[in-house]
């Protein structure tokens, strides 16, 4: 059971290692944020991640991610793979000839969060932009799993990434990543982890080169995103181009709507990833079926509920009220491993918040729901 260090109350919703209920950071966020930046601080510490994304005062410039790192000589960004090496910004990763990540093959139809409309595991789009009229049985999903991220979720239930980070490996080259469509029958990539923000140059270098292999062989790869969203807004534009051309995907997880709520939990503002996803959503009737776009929200307990999840579903709508949003159902994990998992009730009213504005919402982990 945890304690608010400020109201001082005690709940089994209140993470100790958070130290702040939700309705604090909602009414004091300023002492809230003060709290929360300590456990950021902490569980960063021991992956050698700097605190927060350094803003150091004449200091060269990262324009890698939104954070928008400022780095002295000898700092290192936010994510990890950047450094300030002699008045010279270094990349130990998120290049085209040097990406930090893990890979596999996954057979479809996988479990992705976009199962439910995607042409791999629904048939949706066929023939265009899938092998058949349901699930793509034979075919597989190739999966990267890049190990960096712009966010520092207290709750993330992909944390290893940071272990990738504080190593800078395994790394593979966009050209060597792509090539590995041709080993198997592979009709799509997904990019996630960590997050995929923070090696944008390598993730579009993949795409460009696995896309000249599949336009060459007259094969479908479609081509997603899993994302916290906060790329630069050139980067988010690009990988929207590849999504829709090739019938592929790109879902923003969005941790909350309140920024101090974002700040808290994720040790960063959320701002760059609303506005690039209403910038996306402009040209999302340029190909509605099967939708190049959508959302997800995990449920936290304690800390993301029905009034959240509704102003969420109120800004999805306000771009397109046919955006499929996923409400996921929350397992204790990293330092928020104290929590219980989401409760079937809290879920149930998410969703009936949710489709006061939305046509389309599902529950996603549906078998953790206590």
């Known amino acids: 059971m945890g ?30 944020i003060e709290i929360t930046s300590e456990s950021h601080k902490s569980t960063r510490s021991k992956f050698g991640l700097p605190p927060s994304p350094p803003r150091d005062e004449g200091g060269a410039q990262c324009k890698g991610c939104a954070n928008n790192c400022k780095l002295w000589n000898g700092s290192t960004g936010y994510c990890g793979l950047v450094k300030n090496i002699d008045g010279r ?36 789009g066929y023939p265009i932009y899938s092998y058949s009229q349901g699930p793509e049985l034979g075919y597989y999903n190739l999966a990267v799993f890049y ?28 050209k060597d990543l792509a ?19 923070t090696q944008m140059p390598h993730s579009l270098e993949t795409c460009r080169i696995a896309s000249e ?13 899993e994302t916290n969203g906060h790329f630069t807004r050139e980067a988010a534009m690009s990988a929207y181009e ?26 960063v503002s959320n701002r760059s990833a609303l506005d690039n996803f209403k910038s996306l959503g402009k040209l ?7 939708p190049p776009l959508s959302a997800s929200t995990l449920l936290i307990p304690g800390y993301i509920d029905a009034e959240e999840v509704e102003m969420i579903a109120d800004f999805i709508s306000s771009v397109d009220r046919t955006i499929p949003y996923t409400l996921l159902a929350f397992y204790g994990c990293y330092a928020m491993g104290d929590l219980p998992t989401t409760s079937r009730s809290l879920a149930i009213e998410c969703k009936q918040a949710a489709l006061k504005h939305l046509d389309h919402v599902s529950i996603g982990n549906i078998h953790l729901l206590s």
């Open 179 to 197: 090539l590995k469509i041709k080993e198997r029958r592979v009709s799509c990539i997904c990019f996630f982890g960590g997050d995929p923000s």
């Open 3 to 32: 304690e608010c260090l400020i109201c001082h109350n005690k709940s089994p919703l209140i993470s100790k290692s958070l130290g702040v209920c939700l309705t604090c950071i909602r009414k004091n966020p300023s002492m809230a």
């Open 284 to 290: 999302y009737g340029k190909r509605p079926d099967p």
């Open 89 to 124: 910004l270094v990349r130990l990763g998120g290049t085209p000839d040097r990406g930090v990540l893990e890979w596999y093959y996954d057979p479809l139809p996988t479990n992705c969060v976009s199962s439910w409309f995607c042409p791999g595991c629904t048939g949706r």
């Open 147 to 174: 190990g960096s991220c712009s966010f520092d979720c207290l709750f993330c239930q992909n944390w290893h990434y940071r272990s990738l980070s504080a190593k800078a490996s395994p790394t593979i080259s966009s």
């Open 213 to 225: 292999i599949a336009r060459d062989s007259g094969r479908i790869l479609r081509l997603c995103w």
């Open 242 to 267: 590849y999504a829709l051309k090739s019938g592929g995907n790109i879902k923003f997880d969005i941790k909350a709507w309140d920024e101090s709520l974002n700040i808290a939990l994720c040790g």
